[in-house]
């Protein structure tokens, strides 16, 4: 094995076991995604001056709301990676999509499970969809940041192969071809998590959750652009290989995200800051 390569931790896929009671590095990271991203959301309601008045919603209104949340991600990740990503074999093993310990989920399909449950909860709670958006994709990212992180630990959606000479290249152990490859698991905590999350907050710093759909239309634009850039060193499921031109499913999802995005950020400009006396409705 090339000098510079490194070898790749010896990672147990399960982080805690007490007797026939199992706790994967997987359920763990979506487990403290959502216990982190609700203390967050929680903290910025607490803040009036970053709304110019009260916040949209109260803090028992987002306690509920993380049940909701959680059902969106779960079920709505799920789905998606049984229709966008591996939908023959499910036809044909209708059982397995119940076996979510043995991994499979979409972001795509997570993110839309998200926008079903904030505009149900919205709606029969009377409060803004577009805030309660902003406030759901803000705390996003550490959900993002975890799940990366436990790929990796799994070794899973390994990256590229590249040149054996560079210095973080990482020889999975379930690579049947054994070759030096990106982590590009990595790469993706760094752009979806890290960078997502330190740009949203200096939006949120200057004043962004005052103009509703800024910080979601941000979270959607910037994670389109990553996912992109991600895709280029990650090696696509062995399933769908590479599209058409070159594109993997990762970035034809992520296509139609980048004009939604830049859609509701420009209405959010065009509506203005609401006054600090009027409520957001």
């Keep these: 094995m090339p000098f510079l390569l490194i070898d790749f931790p010896a990672f147990k896929p399960i982080a805690i076991e007490i007797g026939p009671f199992a706790i994967r590095w997987y359920a763990l990271a979506y487990i403290s995604g959502i216990v982190f991203g609700w203390l967050y959301a929680r903290s910025l309601l607490k803040k009036e001056r970053l ?76 409060i803004s969809i577009l805030s309660l958006g902003d406030i759901t994709t803000a705390v996003a990212p550490v959900g993002l940041l975890l799940g990366r992180i436990a790929n990796f ?48 907050a200096i939006m949120i710093r200057f004043g962004a959750l005052r103009r509703p759909g800024m910080i979601l239309g941000a979270f959607i634009l910037i994670y389109g652009l990553t996912r992109i850039v991600g895709e280029h060193f990650r090696e696509p499921d062995e399933q769908l290989g590479f599209l058409w031109g070159g594109l993997t499913m990762g970035m034809l999802l992520s296509i139609p995200m980048l004009i939604v995005g830049l859609i509701l950020i420009v209405l959010a400009v065009r509506r203005g800051a609401p006054k600090p006396t009027e409520a957001i409705r």
Excluded at 71 to 95: D, S
Excluded at 168 to 189: C, G, N
Aim: charged share 15%.
């Design 153 to 200: 630990v799994n070794g899973e959606l390994w990256g590229r192969a590249t040149d054996p000479e560079l210095p973080w290249a990482v020889i999975f152990p379930k690579d049947p071809t054994q070759l030096p490859r990106h982590p590009s698991q990595l790469y993706e905590a760094g752009m979806e998590g890290i960078l997502l999350f330190i740009v949203l």
């Design 51 to 126: 709304w110019s008045g009260p916040a949209p919603m109260s803090l028992v209104q987002i306690d509920d709301f993380i049940l909701w949340v959680t059902l969106g991600i779960i079920l709505g990740g799920r789905t998606g990676y049984v229709l966008f990503y591996n939908l023959p074999f499910f036809i044909e093993h209708p059982a397995a999509i119940f076996k979510l310990w043995e991994g499979g989920m979409s972001f795509h399909g997570g993110f839309l499970g998200c926008v079903v449950a904030v505009m149900w909860f919205a709606y029969r709670s009377r």
